[in-house]
């Protein structure tokens, strides 16, 4: 099963939307792996966002970040990783499609509700980021065996 981060941004969090987008993802069949809330420093956020260090935006994308804690998700499931992508839409909430949640919740570049993890090398090492091992956890959910067919279960 792959595994992917996903974060709750600071808008989504003082729009009280954790709830309702977290329910999209469950009602989809991806299940949580681990789940807390945590306020972003500097030197996590270098880390994180390493590729957009030289961009002019970069302090203010930094700044919203850090504004309020965030709630981290990770989720699992066959092709979380590339499902969780498609569901989050792209960048420019504006540009977003309808039915993905930054094209249903967003009308912002920087503050576009969630991020999610882009890559399955990039989710492993954005997992290991933020949680330690001790706070993931394996567990098979109820509907598991309705959810996925026979040959799709150890994907
Ligand atoms: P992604 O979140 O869709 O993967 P990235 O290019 O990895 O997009 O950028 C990370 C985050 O940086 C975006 O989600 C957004 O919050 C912010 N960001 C990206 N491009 C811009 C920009 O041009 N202006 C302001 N903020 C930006
Ligand atoms: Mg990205």
New binding site residues.
């Given amino acids: 099963m792959e595994r992917t981060l996903i974060i709750f941004?600071p808008d989504a969090v003082q729009r009280g939307l954790v709830g309702k987008i977290l329910a999209r993802f469950e009602e989809r069949g991806l299940q949580i792996a681990g789940m807390k809330m945590e306020q972003l420093n500097d030197d996590m956020l270098q880390e994180h966002?390493a590729?957009?260090r030289d961009?002019p935006?970069f302090a203010?994308?930094t700044r919203?970040m850090k504004s309020v804690p965030v709630v981290l998700a990770v989720l699992e499931g066959v092709e979380a990783v590339d499902i969780a992508r498609k569901m989050?839409g792209?960048?420019n909430s504006r540009e977003a499609l309808p039915g993905t949640i930054r094209g249903d919740y967003g009308m912002s570049?920087?503050?576009?509700v969630i991020?999610?993890s882009?890559s399955k090398e990039t989710a492993k090492k954005e997992v290991a980021r933020f949680f330690a091992a001790k706070e993931l956890f394996h567990y098979e959910r109820a509907d598991f065996h309705t959810v996925y067919a026979e040959d799709e279960r150890n994907k």
Wanted: aromatic share 16%.
């Fill in positions: 941004k966002y590729h957009l961009k935006f203010k994308l919203f989050c792209v960048t570049v920087q503050s576009n991020h999610a882009d």
